[in-house]
């Protein structure tokens, strides 16, 4: 539902890639299913003077490059709460926010102020600070890119000093796979059915594996990406998140609370990182890109195994692997199950009953599972069921970040990532992070290293 309250909805990085392409179309897509408050701003930030006009036409352009449908009527109305506030955001100088933020108080009333840092976590410290020094933290909620720090050390400090200005309340830690429709159906359809519910433990899975590949390269945020690289862009922000949600024991309700802690409890459990039970990767031809230090020991492909330390899940492997200019794109968690204890039938195939969600665009779930292949011939075969989100009756699928802004914009926490979960997801990746195995070279094009193979072995990775 839309907020009641008006909004002044601040965008810092507001002429930045993950702006353009994530941000400005979620604020969109919530303008066109009236989803906004009935009162908002939306107000740009970055360091130059640029003028209202000029930022409309950047976001216009945004819009139309990621698809955005845009009917003159919805564009019109959307245009007009359209605002810029340039000559950058210090502790030092404020420059034109303040004044402008102030002139969108009177004009909409009195609004609540939402701050989006879509910004390197690099910045994140100084411009909390500067909300703080400027006046404009009070009752503020502060959203945060991912990820919250780069080690152990970065997010303890950060933690403290946003802190410093902020209540917990007021903050919002972004992981935008929290959003997706799939994800969010990990724990519906497990907690919603019995049939489920009863076999999502140790006893009937075999492992678990959490794969997110892409074909796209790095050459629009390579500054970015070359700072980060795939375990800090993937595994200890996007994929941890996703596996706390398959290993998480029951929540007491699907409140915020209790579903915060449900998730942070069992993170509480992973066991920290093997090392040898990891595979860093780096594509041919990525130190060639501009913006890419000729020596760079970036890695931009992950495999790992992570362990979880309850009874439901010991000893079962979760098997995590994303990576930059693979063979395919997908986004799917699947569960493995055991092939059946004393089964008369023989050469089962490791993948012949599995249940997966699929968490790339709007979800879908697939059950595969052993059948006979019809014909004259006993000979066995993979079938599927599979459910699209969007078919299920009266869907209206929102992107995750549209999902998350919306959570955002009505004070709901529950998607957004605690300070006590990430403290352990550190200590987690600590090994991987101060003693990383040797990177691997790979083709653009393949699957990665071939060592990440072995560690999937013997059902193999499922994708690709």
């Known amino acids: 539902m839309a907020s009641s309250q008006p909004t002044i909805f601040v965008l810092f990085g507001a002429t930045g890639d ?60 959307f245009a007009a709460g359209i605002r810029f506030a340039g ?35 690099s910045a994140f410290e100084d411009y909390t600070k500067a909300l703080g020094a400027h006046g404009l933290a009070e009752g503020a909620r502060v959203v945060y890119e991912k990820p919250f720090g780069t080690s152990q050390k970065a997010f303890e400090q950060l933690d403290k ?22 994800t969010q159906n990990l724990h519906v359809l497990r907690f919603a059915n019995g049939m489920i519910d009863g076999i999502w433990n140790a006893e009937h899975v075999d492992h678990v594996q959490i794969d997110v590949p892409e074909k796209l390269n790095i050459d629009d945020r390579a500054e970015f990406y070359d700072a980060t690289g795939a375990v800090l862009d993937m595994l200890v922000t996007h ?24 998730r942070e409890s069992v993170i509480a459990c992973f066991r920290p990182i093997d090392t040898t039970e990891v595979v860093l990767g ?22 790992a195994k992570l362990w979880v330390d309850t009874d439901r899940w ?20 699947s569960l493995v199950f055991k092939k059946p204890a004393n089964s008369p039938l023989t050469d089962l195939p490791y993948d012949g009953a599995t249940l997966t969600f699929d968490l790339s665009g709007n979800g879908a779930i697939d059950m595969a599972m052993t059948v006979k292949e019809p014909g004259p011939d006993f000979d066995l075969s993979v079938g599927h069921l599979t459910l699209p989100l969007r078919s299920v009756p009266d869907a209206e699928p929102l992107s995750p970040y549209s999902r998350l802004i919306l959570d955002v914009l009505n004070g709901d926490r529950s998607l957004f990532t605690r300070p006590d979960g990430l403290a352990h997801v550190w200590e987690v990746a600590a090994p991987l992070l101060d003693n990383p195995p040797p990177i691997k070279s790979y083709a653009g094009g393949s699957m990665g290293p071939k060592e990440a193979d072995e560690l999937a072995a013997p059902c193999g990775w499922l994708v690709g």
């Open 314 to 333: 010991r000893g079962v492997p979760f098997l995590l692997r994303t990576g930059k200019m693979l063979g395919v794109s997908a986004q799917r968690v």
């Open 87 to 121: 000559n950058g955001f210090t502790v030092e100088d404020a420059g034109q926010l303040p004044e402008v933020v102030e002139a969108g108080r009177g004009e909409i009333g009195d609004a609540q102020l939402v701050h989006y840092i879509a910004l390197p976590p």
């Open 18 to 77: 993950l702006a353009k392409r994530m941000v400005l179309p979620a604020f969109y897509q919530l303008h066109v299913e009236g989803l906004l408050p009935e009162k908002w701003l939306l107000v740009g930030n970055g360091r130059h003077d640029t003028s209202d006009d000029e930022f409309r036409e950047h976001v216009r352009g945004a819009l139309e490059e990621f698809g955005s449908d845009l009917a003159s009527d919805a564009w019109d109305d």
């Open 282 to 303: 780096q594509y041919d031809g990525y130190r060639d890109v501009d913006g890419v230090a000729e020596d760079s020991v970036v890695d931009t492909f992950v495999a």
């Open 161 to 182: 000093a946003v802190h410093e200005v902020l209540h917990e309340k007021q903050i919002y830690r972004i992981d935008h796979f929290l959003g997706k429709e799939a």
């Open 239 to 262: 994929l941890f998140q996703v596996a706390a949600e398959i290993a998480m024991e029951p929540p007491a309700s699907l409140q915020a609370e209790d579903l915060q802690s449900a």
